[in-house]
């Protein structure tokens, strides 16, 4: 759920900088060209609007493309930055657990050892074993004594 929520706003952010960059930029291009052609003469097809061309009409699109733009990015940073917490949190999980397993290994080693050795001679032993049977050093282990 999280990730497709995750997957979400990374689409989401990525059409809303795409089209909020596409807006902003054609009502840059028609704020700029309107006030290029404020002084020109316009083409004989246009001159019946001639009066309100002074006046970027597309412009308003520039007021909607940069909020989602804005928008876009929060998303994008949501989404991304997510996956980030969620790779450093993994990796201080894995560093705790491999901590825990060497405290417990140690702990283990000091005693019969971590896969059932002894600590002195290194003979295998049974894991229920209370002392070693070749060299008879005890294997007191955490909870048997
Ligand atoms: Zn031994």
């Known amino acids: 759920m999280t990730r497709n929520l995750r997957t979400g706003l990374r689409i989401a952010g990525i059409v809303l900088v795409l089209g909020g960059v596409v807006l902003a930029a054609i009502g840059f291009i028609d704020f700029f060209g309107s006030m290029g052609h404020s002084h020109d003469g316009l083409p004989g097809d246009l001159r019946h609007s001639a009066g309100e061309s002074r006046f970027p009409t597309m412009f308003w699109m520039t007021f909607v493309g940069l909020p989602m733009i804005a ?7 949501a989404g991304f930055l997510g996956v980030a917490s969620r790779y450093v949190a993994d990796e201080s999980q894995a560093a705790v657990r491999q901590v825990s397993q060497a405290a417990a290994t140690g702990w283990r080693a000091g005693s019969a050892g971590p896969a059932g050795f002894c600590h002195r001679c290194g ?3 049974q894991q229920d074993a209370r002392f070693c049977h070749r060299c008879g050093a005890p294997t007191v282990r955490p909870g048997t004594v």
Do not use: D, M, N, R
Request: aromatic share 0%; glycine share 20%; charged share 10%.
């Open 71 to 77: 928008g876009g990015v929060a998303c994008l940073k």
């Open 123 to 125: 003979t295998p032993q």
